[in-house]
């Protein structure tokens, strides 16, 4: 499925056509179950979002109309921003969360295009320019929802002192990426 | 630095920690509101989640299993289920439905009436429809356009921006350098349709575009738009 393909399903899944919404689900739903599964570490739960993910994608397709991100990448977002959501609003926060969960990032599949390896590839390279530690910290928060409270007390240090250092990173990551 | 300059960087790093998803559940509900009001912090959002976008080549694909998709339809497609069972003419559920669909000028597939799943593979994929985004840099209107070739209707969903008060919207084609062609008034309201005639059907296939203009309550009194641009685009086709 090549990105034009998604977004030619995405926008006849706007028009409310269900078997372009099936096709979507048939192509994408792997690759958001994934987001849900990394970060939600609960099989169950991971299974409920999926399906409040596209509910969301089924009502607001039209939104992607307005938006200028890739298709997959759109679609990760409504996953990624769904999953942390339900993450953030858990009843017992942290405290099982302790260890850090280290999942390797897997090889990228035959159908990643050379443009995404190219700007994978320059990503890791800018993060890579960050130090270990804080480049760590981005990872965590972007693969596995880490919160600030969470990554302040894996790195054990003060909360204000994390959020100045990842702000300091993301600004830094920026200035990278648009060299 | 001044006041506003501190306030721009605020705003983006605030754009940066929600898409890294670093903020507490409080912080996040409130920048997602925002998200959702203010079109210019809205930008700043979605120009972090493209420049993180490829770290998401670290989520790792994961079929789902059969049950998901199965409780997804259940909790999305009430009324096609219920086309199976008898007395589905008399639900006002699926007249809603029904309504809603004809409203964005849509044929509903066999499927729905037939079996609830009855996709066939290039069964709908001939008719020849256009889809424009139109959007514009200075104003926050946006509407996804549909135009379908066979029936001459342009669908118009409404996505963000309000119309200024005393001020229609009035849809243009426009053609290479002719004047633009009024489509006429876009009635208020989240999903509406507008007819066009066989000639300016010719004109879209040509590939004219869309554009939208602020004019007075009514439309253009002179028939050439007088309003500013709030949003255009292109047809491409799908």
């Known amino acids: 499925m090549t990105p034009d393909e998604i977004t030619k399903l995405i926008f006849r899944t706007a028009l409310k056509e269900r078997a372009a919404f099936d096709l979507l689900y048939r192509y994408t739903s792997a690759k958001l179950f994934g987001v849900c599964l990394r970060v939600l570490q609960d099989r169950a739960e991971a299974e409920e979002a999926l399906q409040e993910i596209y509910v969301k994608i089924w009502t607001k397709a039209d939104r992607f109309a307005a938006s200028d991100l890739s298709p997959i990448s759109w679609l990760v977002a409504v996953a990624r921003n769904h999953a942390i959501d339900r993450l953030r609003t858990r009843k017992a926060p942290a405290g099982e969360i302790d260890e850090a969960t280290d999942i390797a990032d897997p090889a990228p599949g035959p159908e990643a295009s050379a443009v995404a390896a190219g700007e994978k590839r320059r990503i890791d390279m800018c993060l890579d320019e960050l130090e270990t530690e804080r480049a760590k910290a981005v990872r965590g928060a972007y693969l596995d929802g880490d919160s600030y409270a969470e990554l302040a007390e894996r790195f054990g240090v003060p909360l204000n002192t994390m959020r100045t250092w990842l702000r300091r990173s993301l600004l830094k990551l920026r200035e990278c990426l648009e060299q | ?238």
């Open chain 2, 1 to 238: 630095m001044t006041v506003e300059e501190q306030n721009g960087r605020d705003d983006d790093l605030v754009a940066a920690e929600y898409v890294l998803g670093v903020l507490p559940a409080e912080e996040r509900a409130q920048v997602s509101r925002r998200i959702d009001d203010d079109r210019a912090f809205a930008r700043l959002v979605e120009e972090w989640e493209a420049r993180l976008a490829p770290m998401a080549e670290g989520f790792a694909p994961v079929p789902p299993p059969e049950t998901v998709k199965a409780a997804l339809d259940e909790r999305l497609f009430e009324t096609a289920h219920a086309a199976r069972k008898p007395g589905l003419w008399e639900s006002l559920a699926f007249w809603r439905g029904a309504a809603v669909a004809a409203l964005l000028g849509l044929v509903i597939v066999g499927g729905l009436a037939l079996n609830g799943s009855g996709w066939r593979p290039g069964e709908q994929d001939s008719r020849l429809r256009f889809v424009a985004s139109l959007t514009h840099d200075d104003s926050d209107v946006r509407y996804l356009a549909v135009y379908d070739d066979a029936t001459r209707d342009v669908a118009l969903s409404h996505v963000s921006g309000e119309r200024p008060q005393g001020r229609d919207f009035e849809l243009w084609a426009i053609e290479g350098d002719e004047p633009p062609i009024s489509l006429g008034v876009i009635p208020s309201g989240a999903s509406v349709h507008i007819s066009l005639s066989g000639a300016l059907g010719e004109a879209l296939r040509r590939g004219a575009v869309f554009a939208i203009t602020a004019e007075p309550l009514g439309g253009s009194p002179s028939g050439a738009p007088t309003g500013p641009v709030v949003a255009a685009g292109d047809l491409r086709d799908i």
